[in-house]
């Protein structure tokens, strides 16, 4: 990889769990505990994992709706860390985010005209007339109708109104566009739509993603390497292909084999796993997976593994892998 | 003979804008033993098929208008109210996609699995109590004594939905019914759930009716499958037949536009245009048309009747023999 567009490292937010009568804090949510990643100009990284393993909250650190406990998060080479306020402002148009509900996430007593005008109200860009003018472009990139305009988000269908949440998170030619399970929500015959319109626009704009879902069928489509979640860290990261091809951690192995294959003559080797997944108030001992594996041992119980290379731009944490 | 047998199905909902049918002539079979899958998207009427066919249809809005449910003979959608209250749960089981909307909060796990078991099947509270904790064992709860005494909070979302099959199998019936049950799980434990039922099933020897919008899903636990299009069923098979040659355009474009796990990263995936009409404004003809790359002018003037493809594969398709 050339120079990284985003490079996040060593990133940590845990949240205070207030308990008690004094509603003292005594424990923490190790929400992302962690984590460092790179992401090319251009590239899709496709960031997966179980509800509750931080991938959502990872996204809102980088797109700093958050403010992170510890690490570091540098955009084009620029710490963005600490920044808030008025420096952040300019940032803000370099790196967008696309929500899982759109009718959550667009006001829903703004016409679409007005939604998609106000991130230039805000940055204070052009006038009425040029507004009006890029609106009307942005509906169209996003292959909508220029009368959409004058609507409300509710007279749209769920994977039109996914259109517009991108369209508004396109308006500012932003370098970075952090999508939060963008077509979790949306039918299958629509969700290819979605993924294909968003696949178009990053190869017309140069955009980079970090796409962010449960579902490793529709990130491995869409992305150049992939990233797997357990509890607040990454355990294994490696290009779409390898990730699925030749999988070295155990998670990522029963993750792959629980996806319900949709062709009737496959007959799935499940490795079903036990249990659930635990809570990151209180992660266990050594490796986090360790409950859950079918291939622990004495030391999973005891030390953590490290993320180390397994091979060629292939990491995984786990003490038992493969190298080579 | 079927144990249950869906004959021209029909179901009308009341709405600010008049009159919508959710449900059209819709017509299938379920046998001893056997899953039966129901495929399609939001609003294609799976969901209020299986709610019809438990007569637990939104009130006053929702009324079956036509058809019958053959179980076991007799004809569902004419049974008294109370002797239906008897079939669900004595001979019916269900499961909900939500698992916290099926339990009640502010009942312990034990009174909510105890309460069929004594009403139904007519046990005494300890033995009732004794039921229940191996049925919690069977679906793979952890000390399940203890969990008797806690309530749906206590429980993460795999474990609710263990109980609410607990509950449905408690008395077991003869046929579940499972309206999305694994959708808002993880695949870890969407995986434990849908092999949970497949043992269960293989035990108790019931039938399964799996609503789903999840083709993978269809494609690993059913038998056969219906793929339901804007409250008309599109195409029935048996689900090798469907998979390996699916007749009606909407099908094939369903199968064609899933991401798989083999599929070249990056590709274009294949889409079906448009979107499906409004129940308030179905086209006169195939309701797949305005999106169907197939649709001629025939297409657009009356629905197509179900035609046999080959045996037991139905397609409501004008030209299915030509594509």
């Not at chain 1, 769920?158 to 970075?176: E, S, V």
């Amino acid at each position: 990889m050339t120079e990284a567009l985003l490079e996040v490292d060593d990133l940590k937010m845990h949240f205070p769990v207030r308990e008690g009568l004094l509603l003292r804090t005594r424990k923490f949510n190790r929400a992302v505990d962690g984590v460092s990643l790179q992401i090319g100009p251009g590239e899709t990284l496709g960031l997966v994992g179980e509800s509750g393993c931080g991938k959502s909250t990872l996204g809102r650190c980088i797109a700093r709706l958050y403010q992170p406990t510890a690490g570091t998060i540098r955009f084009q080479g620029q710490d963005i860390t600490g920044m808030g306020g008025r420096s952040l402002r300019p940032m803000r148009q370099n790196i967008q985010m696309i929500f899982q509900d759109p009718m959550e996430s667009l006001n829903a007593r703004h016409t679409v005209g007005d939604i998609l005008a106000e991130p230039f109200v805000v940055q204070r860009m052009g006038d009425r007339a040029w507004r009006s003018k890029r609106v009307n472009e942005l509906l169209n990139i996003v292959g909508l109708p220029a009368r959409s305009a004058s609507r409300y988000p509710f007279e749209f269908s769920g994977g039109q109104r996914q259109r517009i949440g991108i369209a508004r998170a396109i308006a500012l030619n932003p370098k970075l566009v952090i999508c939060d399970e963008p077509v979790s929500a949306l039918d299958v015959s629509i969700q290819s739509q979605i993924l294909n319109l968003l696949m178009d626009l990053q190869r017309e704009f140069n955009l980079s993603y970090l796409f962010i879902a449960h579902d490793l069928a529709v990130v491995k489509h869409v992305s150049d390497r992939v990233a797997i979640m357990y509890l607040g860290k990454i355990i294994e990261t490696a290009d779409s292909e390898t990730i699925y091809r030749d999988a070295r951690h155990p998670y990522t192995q029963s993750l792959i084999s629980a996806i319900p294959v949709p062709d009737p003559h496959h007959q799935p080797s499940r490795q079903v796993l036990q249990g659930d997944v635990p809570s990151p108030i209180n992660p266990p001992e050594g490796c986090h997976f360790h409950p859950r594996c079918p291939i622990a041992e004495a030391r999973c119980r005891q030390r953590e593994p490290e993320l180390r290379e397994l091979n060629r731009d292939h990491l995984g944490a786990c003490h038992l892998a493969v190298t080579g | 003979m079927a144990l249950l047998e869906v004959d021209a199905l029909t179901t009308e909902f009341d709405t600010d804008e008049g009159v919508v049918r959710a449900v059209d002539a819709v017509s299938f079979s379920v046998e001893p033993g056997e899953t039966l899958g129901i495929v399609g998207e939001s609003g294609c009427g799976k969901s209020v098929t299986a709610l019809s066919i438990m007569r637990l249809l939104p009130q006053p809005m929702g009324r079956i208008t036509g058809g019958h449910v053959l179980f076991r003979g007799r004809d569902l959608v004419r049974e008294p109210i109370a002797q239906m209250e008897t079939i669900r749960g004595n001979d019916i089981g269900m499961v909900f996609q939500e698992p916290m909307t099926a339990l009640n909060p502010v009942h312990t796990i034990g009174r909510q699995l105890t309460e069929g078991l004594v009403l139904h099947k007519g046990l005494g509270p300890r033995e009732a109590t004794q039921e229940a904790v191996d049925i919690l064992a069977r679906v793979g709860i952890p000390a399940p004594d203890i969990r008797m005494g806690e309530y749906p909070h206590q429980l993460s979302g795999g474990m609710r939905q263990r109980v609410v099959i607990a509950i449905a199998l408690a008395c077991r019936p003869a046929l579940l019914i499972a309206d999305e049950p694994t959708t808002a799980l993880d695949v870890t434990i969407q995986a434990q759930i849908l092999e949970l039922i497949k043992e269960l099933q293989g035990e108790l020897g019931m039938s399964v009716i799996l609503i789903t919008h999840d083709m993978g899903v269809i494609a690993q636990t059913c038998d056969k499958v219906v793929v339901m299009y804007a409250g008309k069923v599109a195409e029935k098979a048996p689900v090798i037949d469907l998979f390996d040659r699916p007749a009606h355009p909407y099908t094939r474009g369903l199968l064609a536009s899933i991401p798989r796990l083999d599929t070249i990263p990056k590709s274009r995936l294949a889409v079906i245009e448009g979107m499906v009409p409004g129940l308030r404004d179905l086209p006169p003809g195939c309701r797949f048309a305005n999106r169907c790359p197939h649709a001629a002018s025939a297409c657009t003037e009356a629905v197509p009747p179900l035609q046999a493809v080959r045996e037991n594969h139905m397609v409501s398709c004008a030209r299915w023999a030509e594509l």
